[in-house]
Each structure stands twice: as C-alpha cells, then as structure tokens.
C-alpha cells in the first residue's frame, strides 16, 4: 500500500476510507467509525454526569431539527437495552408560520418511524397566543429579541409537557456549539446566574422542576448535523424566520471563526467554565425558589419571567 492510500484510511478501523477528518483530534474516520464515535461520546457523556438512572422515563425535547433528532435516534438506540427505562418526545409548537407546521410534521414521522410515543404541547393551548402573535403585540420599544421571548415560553413549555408525561428527566439536544455559545452570551449579557447554572445536568431546585440534561453538550454540531446526514434522517433544513434577529448569530460566527483557526477552542471554553461552575455555585446565593403569583410555576421572584413577558403583550 501506498502513503498516499494509508493517508486515506480511516484511524480507527484502518480498513475503509475514511470520509471525515476531525480536525481538533487528528483522526480520520470512515462513515462506520465516526457514527460509532458519536454513539460512544454520547454514551460517555451520559455516564460521566450521571444523567440517567435505571428506570428513568425520559422526555425527549424534539424540535424536528437536526440536533435533537440525532438525540431521539442515539436515545432510542441505547436505551433499548435499558428494560427498565423508557422515552417519550414532547414536541412544543410555538406557533410560528411556515416553519413550525413543516418541524411538527418532521418530528413525528421519526417519532413513528422509531415507534416512540409523543405529545405535542402549544403556545396557544398553554398561553393562549401563538408566538407569531406574541411577537406582533410586543412594543416597539421593547428591546427584547423574538428568541428571547421564545427561549423563556419554550422552556417553561418544555417543563410542563415533560410533567403532563410523567418524565423523571427531560433531554435535550443541546450541542457543544449551543452551550458554548450561551456561556458567552451569559457573559456578554453580565448574566451571572445563568452562566452558573447552565451545567449539562441541572440541579433540582424544586420538585415542580423536571431535571434537564443534555447528552450532546460535548457533541459539536458540525458533527451532530454529519451524524444525521450520515443515517439519511429527515430532518428541517429551514431557518426560523426569527433567527436572524439573535445576538447569537454573531457569537456562533465568532466561535466558528475561532475553532476554524485554532481547533478545540470550543472544547476549551466548556471545559474552563465545567471546572470553575462548582466554585462559582458555592458563591451563588440566589438558589432559592418560590412559586410564581400569577401561574404557580417554579420562579426565582415573585412573577416568573414568563408571566412578566406575557403581561406586556396581553
Ligand atoms: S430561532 Fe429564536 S424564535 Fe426561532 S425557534 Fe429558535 S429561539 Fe424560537
Ligand atoms: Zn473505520
Ligand atoms: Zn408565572
């Protein structure tokens, strides 16, 4: 054999050719060895932060994008073997015109392809405007981004549907990128709080809150996206007509940026920050939660932000 043909064989199995090489590790993987890889990372990940137990039923947030799909197949696949475990999708329809309908359907072709149970929760249904219509209420001098209305309604709908199902964990299929990129923006927005709190697995600070975890936090999405590509997933290629607005847009081409010169930067934000959170939650006084006047939910003051930015659009 050639050099040149070595030079063209996968680093791990050294027999098929390999398709991708990942730039930050120096392996060269064929299409086989890299889906195993994925798996295997995944599956770490999971064990290292301890994120599900035996018998856990886990709701799987599903989007119908690339990310949280390759979450419900790997999901569906490893905990096959777990005969005590189970999954559920909950699916959250935000109410966004030629966008969500096309995901909706995305997300529950796979759900019934894997013959995986789901439940489909709306804005509508849980507070009574689309968020289309939240958007087109909000004043004109409110500065706050379409995205930050969603994240916050997304996330108190992710926790209900994920109770309304009875789930003892929620899954979601944050990738390395996303977290890299909200560790940033919390800097950026001075939000201290959440830079703290945002680990892989959240801490149970009330029992109306269902623990969230993320499996594919050391998955870059890149690599999430191939994975799906790779497995032919159907999956929603379309951007949300929202997204463009995001602060987010600038810091994800910013970290892209950084990770193309200078492979592992991105691994190297999540790691600092993993090894400094424990410190920094020490120094967190602010762990306390009531329930919110108006909803009942769980909230860190006395009118969760939900209800605060429902209140300025009804
Ligand atoms: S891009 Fe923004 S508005 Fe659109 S789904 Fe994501 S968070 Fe919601
Ligand atoms: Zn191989
Ligand atoms: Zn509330």
Do not use: W
């Not at 992710?158 to 979601?172: E, F, G, H, P, S």
């Not at 959440?194 to 269902?210: A, T």
């Not at 081409?253 to 934000?269: D, I």
Request: proline share 2%.
């Amino acid at each position: 054999m050639s050099r040149t043909d070595a030079r063209k064989l996968c680093t791990s199995c050294k027999k098929r050719a390999s398709f991708f090489s990942r730039s930050y590790s120096g392996e060269r993987l064929c299409k086989k060895c890299f889906v195993d890889s994925i798996e295997s990372k995944v599956k770490n990940t999971i064990n290292k932060y301890k994120m599900f137990r035996f018998d856990d039923k886990i709701a799987i947030a599903l989007s119908g994008g690339k990310d949280s799909l390759s979450l419900l197949h790997i999901l569906a696949k490893t905990e096959k073997n777990q005969q005590r475990s189970s999954i559920i999708a909950v699916i959250i329809d935000e109410g966004i015109q030629n966008y969500r309908d096309e995901a909706l359907k995305i997300a529950i072709s796979n759900c019934k392809q894997l013959g995986v149970e789901f439940k489909i929760v709306s804005f509508k249904d849980l507070y009574g405007l689309t968020l289309d219509e939240i958007i087109s209420r909000r004043k004109k001098n409110n500065r706050q981004s379409s995205c930050a209305f969603c994240g916050v309604l997304r996330r108190k709908a992710i926790n209900y549907a994920a109770r309304l199902v009875d789930a003892d964990k929620v899954a979601t299929g944050h990738t390395l990128d996303d977290e890299v990129q909200t560790i940033l923006l919390n800097i950026f927005h001075g939000d201290s709080s959440r830079l703290i709190k945002g680990r892989p697995i959240s801490d149970v600070v009330h029992s109306c809150f269902i623990q969230k975890v993320k499996p594919l936090c050391e998955i870059l999405e890149k690599e999430s996206t191939l994975y799906a590509y790779v497995n032919n997933f159907q999956f929603q290629n379309t951007p949300c007509p929202y997204a463009s607005e995001a602060m987010r847009n600038d810091v994800r081409s910013m970290l892209n940026f950084m990770e193309q010169k200078h492979a592992g930067t991105k691994f190297t934000v999540f790691k600092t920050i993993e090894k400094i959170r424990p410190t920094l939650y020490k120094m967190d006084k602010k762990n306390h939660f009531r329930n919110c006047c108006k909803c009942g939910e769980p909230s860190s003051s006395n009118l969760c932000k939900a209800c605060e930015m429902l209140n300025q659009v009804r």
